[in-house]
């Protein structure tokens, strides 16, 4: 079973950035989709973006032009760039790839606040 492992969140102030990465013990985020997700406290988790097998992109409508998803195939390893964070973006973010009852890693914790 592939092992997704989160790096990158951590404390930020209003407005500014962060690179979340994903990295996989194996070759699949070149055919399997790949989502990015978050959970805040006391709200369920929910869809941030998404990168396609063929390379497509998605995100939902409160990160769209915010944030952006990319994917290096030679390093296992797919990004979420976060860009312009507000409080509203603190949570855990989660890589899971082949929908909710795929892999998931154990996710990172981003927290947006002066």
């Known amino acids: 079973q592939v092992q997704l492992v989160e790096s990158g969140g951590g404390l930020v102030q209003p407005g500014g950035s962060l690179r979340l990465s994903c990295g996989a013990s194996?070759?699949?985020?070149?055919?399997?989709?790949t989502g990015w997700y978050r959970q805040a406290p006391g709200k369920q988790r929910e869809w941030v973006a998404i990168?396609?097998?063929?390379?497509?992109?998605d995100y939902a409508g409160s990160v769209k032009g915010r944030f952006t998803i990319s994917r290096d195939n030679a390093k296992n390893t797919v990004f979420l760039q976060m860009n312009s964070l507000t409080a509203d973006d603190t949570a855990v973010y989660y890589c899971n790839v082949g929908g909710p009852s795929g892999a998931w890693g154990q996710g990172t914790q981003v927290t947006v606040s002066s």
């Open positions: 194996g070759s699949i985020f070149s055919i399997a989709n």
């Open positions: 990168i396609t097998r063929g390379g497509n992109t």
